[in-house]
């Protein structure tokens, strides 16, 4: 079992920047590929970022790539996602996601086994 918790969501004017965090505990010593998701309100759960295993494989949602950057810590059991150029779109819960995997991405979030319980990132306009 993987227990993953997010942090640093917030409140932001567009055009700023926000840096999340993902902290993975428990039986973190696989490989495993983490992802990030977002929800809007009345939208369904969509694919942000993943990182690979070794964290020298990353893919993005069309709408993120040049803005956001996922990147990994492996020693502190961490997957951070750096958000800059924020707009009011990106105003969704932000998850953190987990699976068992030796492949360089993982998009589909029926895929992921293990979730945390979101951050709320705001982004006004």
């Known amino acids: 079992q993987v227990q993953l918790v997010e942090s640093g969501g917030g409140l932001v004017q567009a055009g700023g920047s926000l840096r999340l965090s993902c902290a993975a505990s428990?039986?973190?010593?696989?490989?495993?590929?983490m992802g990030w998701f977002r929800q809007a309100p009345g939208k369904e759960r969509e694919f942000v970022a993943t990182i690979n295993w070794s964290g020298g494989n990353t893919d993005y949602a069309e709408n993120v790539k040049g803005r956001f950057t996922i990147s990994r810590d492996n020693a502190k059991n961490t997957v951070n996602l750096q958000m800059n150029s924020l707009k009011p779109e990106d105003t969704a819960v932000y998850y953190c996601?987990?699976?068992?995997?030796?492949?360089?991405?993982?998009?589909?979030?029926?895929?992921?086994?293990?979730w945390g319980q979101g951050t709320q990132v705001t982004v006004s306009s």
């Open positions: 428990g039986r973190t010593r696989s490989t495993y590929v």
């Open positions: 996601a987990a699976v068992r995997s030796l492949r360089p991405a993982v998009v589909s979030s029926q895929e992921y086994d293990y």
